[in-house]
């Protein structure tokens, strides 16, 4: 997960992406002063990005109102467009939304801070939900990385092997079933180990999420659905 390889769609290279969202980090601070001020920071990019999509409305039903019939060929309407692009990219989950032009996940230089946002999500889900719930940003980037190249990456595989133990050791938030394609992609020992512990622990939640990630991980044929679950549950509960 080097910073020297991979680009963004826009050309963006990793020192754009810590200049954007470097600050972000401060989200996952244990220190409550730093993720206090990366809150501020954050409420101030979310503000600025709502203003720069009003901007871009108002640029959009002014050249209709005109008549325009091709408004998006129109200069102003590109840059208020443009304008957009380059302020949410200051922002979360905003900056996360334009997606690589490289095929391997593991390459994108966005990867860091999408393993950000899910860290932040798994340690502070409240302080998350508050400012920035994307479920379907959430959704999304699990599934994007539970691929092998990723798996791969010793440090993307070290954060997303803690990632699997956090969400299995509390109660369930949506989307957390996700993970279950993760654990397929990085099975281990070192996962089963952290797996094993939780599933022995007296936490009710941990020995029942580990214990359904563990057979699934014993079952790679089933589907990760809703009713392979409550399946499960059925069986396991006594």
């Known amino acids: 997960m080097g910073h020297e390889t991979g680009r963004g769609t826009d050309g963006d290279d990793a020192r754009a992406w810590d200049e954007r969202l470097a600050w972000a980090y401060g989200l996952i601070s244990k220190d409550p002063g730093e993720r206090a001020a990366a809150l501020d920071r954050l409420a101030a990019a979310r503000k600025a990005t ?25 200069p102003a309407l590109r840059l208020a467009h443009e304008e957009h692009l380059r302020i949410r990219g200051s922002s979360l989950p905003d900056g996360l939304w334009d997606r690589w032009d490289c095929e391997d996940i593991a390459k994108w230089p966005g990867l860091p801070y999408a393993l950000l946002f899910l860290e932040w999500e798994a340690r502070f889900p409240y302080e998350w939900t508050l400012t920035a719930k994307a479920w379907g940003t959430k959704q999304g980037l699990v599934r994007d990385l539970a691929v092998d190249s990723v798996g791969r990456d010793p440090v993307a595989r070290a954060k997303l092997i803690d990632l699997v133990e956090i969400v299995v050791r509390r109660a369930y938030r949506c989307k957390d079933r996700e993970y279950v394609r993760v654990a397929r992609v990085l099975d281990g020992p070192p996962l089963r180990v952290r797996l094993e512990a939780a599933r022995r622990s007296e936490n009710p939640w941990a020995r029942l999420h580990a214990g359904y990630v563990l057979w699934m991980l014993d079952r790679p044929e089933l589907p990760n659905s809703r009713r392979v679950w409550r399946t499960w549950l059925a069986d396991a509960r006594p």
Request: net charge negative.
């Open 50 to 74: 709502d203003e720069a999509v009003e901007r871009f409305n108002a640029t959009l039903l002014a050249l209709q109102e005109q008549g325009v019939r091709e408004p998006y060929g129109v």
